[in-house]
């Protein structure tokens, strides 16, 4: 099955590009702005990962599924939050 993702924003070089699952954006976002601390944690956490700062503790790759090896999940307020980061290939 095919998925689609929202950009969500990509890195300041170029190199990586973090999108949300499509089905699933809005109820995420929806729960990131629903309290000024999430979204912030968000934030930093997404500033981390585009600026190739972000421990492996806090997102690494997880195992999906054949065809899904740029998946990526990351761990916020002490549960698995499934977001995508897709690493742009770069010529």
């Not at 170029?14 to 089905?23: H, I, N, Q, V």
């Not at 997880?62 to 980061?85: R, Y």
Request: proline share 2%; hydrophobic share 40%.
């Amino acid at each position: 099955m095919k998925r689609k993702a929202e950009l969500i924003r990509i890195s300041q070089d170029g190199k990586k590009a973090f999108y949300l699952d499509a089905e699933n954006s809005g109820e995420i976002m929806a729960f990131m702005k629903s309290d000024p601390a999430n979204m912030k944690k968000f934030q930093t956490t997404l500033e981390l990962i585009l600026n190739h700062r972000a421990p492996r503790d806090l997102y690494d790759k997880e195992n999906f599924e054949k065809g899904c090896e740029q998946v990526t999940a990351i761990k916020l307020f002490g549960s698995t939050l499934k977001l995508v980061e897709h690493i742009n290939k770069v010529a």
